[in-house]
């Protein structure tokens, strides 16, 4: 069975930094690429950063772009996002996942393409 924890999420000021992580088990882990969303009260969950099953390639949002940065080491099963500069909209449940097929070359911003979801880590970051 596939289990994905994130851990690393809390309360940080505006312009502060965190590094969410999302360990994962009960799959080749590295034969698949992974993302991170997110989800706001009120909001639709939004995609923040992908990469490839090899690390080779990472796709992030516009609203994230050089604040937030995915990396993974398939070593340790963990996939991680480096949050920078952050801002009072970026409060939300933090989710990682893994996608369906492995081995795709490209990132997916379609949470349609991923199979499996973690528990989520709650990001509050005060003005």
């Known amino acids: 069975q596939v289990q994905l924890v994130e851990s690393g999420g809390g309360l940080v000021q505006t312009g502060g930094s965190l590094r969410l992580s999302c360990a994962a088990s009960?799959?080749?882990?590295?034969?698949?690429?992974m993302g991170w969303f997110r989800q706001a009260p009120g909001k639709e969950r939004e995609f923040v950063a992908a990469?490839?099953?090899?690390?080779?390639?990472?796709y992030t949002a516009d609203s994230v772009k050089g604040r937030f940065t995915i990396s993974r080491d398939n070593a340790k099963n963990t996939v991680y996002l480096q949050m920078n500069s952050l801002k009072p909209e970026d409060t939300a449940v933090y989710y990682c996942?893994?996608?369906?097929?492995?081995?795709?070359?490209?990132?997916?911003?379609?949470?349609?393409?991923?199979?499996?979801w973690g528990q989520g880590t709650q990001v509050t970051v005060s003005s």
């Open positions: 996942a893994v996608r369906r097929v492995r081995y795709r070359n490209r990132g997916s911003s379609d949470p349609d393409e991923y199979e499996y």
């Open positions: 009960g799959r080749t882990f590295s034969n698949y690429g």
């Open positions: 990469t490839t099953w090899n690390g080779d390639s990472t």
